[in-house]
C-alpha cells in the first residue's frame, strides 16, 4: 500500500460579526459627521449636542470591540509588536504624512492671499497631542496601538491586570492637571480599561448563555438611559475631556457598550448593508475622511469662499464623503501600509492518502 501525503495550505476566514460591524459602521457615520459639522462651524447647535451627549461612548466602542475579540496578549510579545506596530503604527505615520502633504500643498497660496496663518501652527501638537496638521484624528491610532501593548505587558504579569480598574482615575487625574502627557498618552488608560470590559464582557456572556445575556442587556441599556439623563456624564476621548459627572461618564459608557454588544450578538443581528460596510472598511474611512475635508476648506478658501457658518456645505460633504471613501475601499485595502491589512499567515495542514 502506498501513502501520499497531501499539503493543503490555507488562510483561516472569520465568519463576521455583524452587530459589531453595524456598531462600528454607526461610530464612524458619528465621527464623520462630527467633523463635517466642526469644519463647517455648525456643531454649537442644540439639536447637535443632544445627538452627542446620547452617542459620546462610541469612540470607546473601538477599544471595547479590540478587547472582545483579542485572544493574544498572552502570545510572544516579539511577534505581537510587530504585527501591532505594522497594522496600526505605521498606517498612523504614513496617513498622517499624506494629511501634511496635502495641508501645506495650500499653505503659501493662503499665506499669500490672506496675509496670515488660516490656522495656527503650533509644531508641539505633534508630540503633545500625536497629531498631524493635515490629519488630526491619526491620535486614534497612536492611542491604540499604545492601549494594545501596555495591555499586552500588563497581562503578562500575574495578578498585574487588576490595576486596570484604576486607569479610568488616572486618566481622569491627567485631565485635571491638564493632560501633561506626551503624544495623547493621558487617554490610553482609560482606553486600556474599555479593551479590558470588552474582554471580561466575552467572557461573561459565554458562562451566562443566551437568555441571561438579552435579560441582562436590556437591563444595562434602560439603566444607561435613565442615568444618562440623571446622573449625565460624557468623556470625550480626542481631549481626554471629562464633561458632567466623571464617574457616571465612565458607569454609564461600560452599561451602553456591554448592553448593545450583548443584546446584538445575542438576537443574532443580520448584517444591515450600508452601515455594516462602513463598518466592516472603518479603516478606511477613518484616515481618508480628514484629509479630503482640509482639501474642499482650502480650495473654497483660494477662491475666497469660507465654508464656515454654512449648512448647505455640511449638506454636500455628508453625502460627498462616504461616497468617496467608499470608492477608495478597494484601492485603499489593497496598500497594507495605508490599511493596516497586512496578508495572514498561511497555514498548512498535511494528511496521508492511501
Known sequence: MAFRLLCITFVVMKQRNHAFDFLCGLCIIRMISLHVMQ??????????????????????????????FNKSLEGDSRAYCIDKFKRLFVPYVI??????????????????MYHAPIEPIRWTMIWTRSSFFGNPPGWFLFSFFSAYILAHFIEKVKYLHWIVLLFPFISYEMYRLGNPLWMSFN????GIFFFSVGRVWRRLMERMGHRTTVIVSVV??????????????????????????????VVNTTAILCGLAGLLIAIDMP??????????HSMVYFISHYPM?????????????SIWGRSD?????????????????????????LSGRWPKKEIKVCTTEK
Open 313 to 337: 456645505d455640511v449638506i454636500i460633504l455628508l453625502p460627498a464623503l462616504f461616497m468617496i471613501c467608499s470608492w477608495l475601499v478597494p484601492f485603499i485595502e489593497k496598500v497594507p501600509w
Open 187 to 190: 487617554n490610553v488608560f482609560i
Open 271 to 280: 448584517r444591515v448593508p450600508i452601515i455594516s460596510y462602513i463598518g466592516e
Open 220 to 249: 444595562l441599556i434602560l439603566y444607561f438611559v435613565a442615568a444618562n439623563i440623571l446622573w449625565h456624564g460624557e468623556y470625550a476621548m480626542a481631549r481626554n475631556a471629562f464633561d458632567g459627572d466623571p464617574l457616571m461618564a
Open 95 to 112: 496617513t498622517g504624512l499624506i494629511g501634511d502633504a496635502i495641508y501645506f500643498a495650500f499653505y503659501p497660496k493662503l499665506l499669500s
Open 39 to 68: 469644519i463647517c462651524g455648525r456643531s454649537e447647535q442644540d439639536w447637535w449636542a443632544f445627538i452627542m451627549s446620547w452617542s459620546f461612548f462610541f469612540m470607546s466602542f473601538f477599544f471595547f470591540k479590540a478587547g472582545y
Open 293 to 305: 475635508l482640509y482639501f474642499y476648506k482650502f480650495t473654497h478658501l483660494c477662491f475666497g469662499r
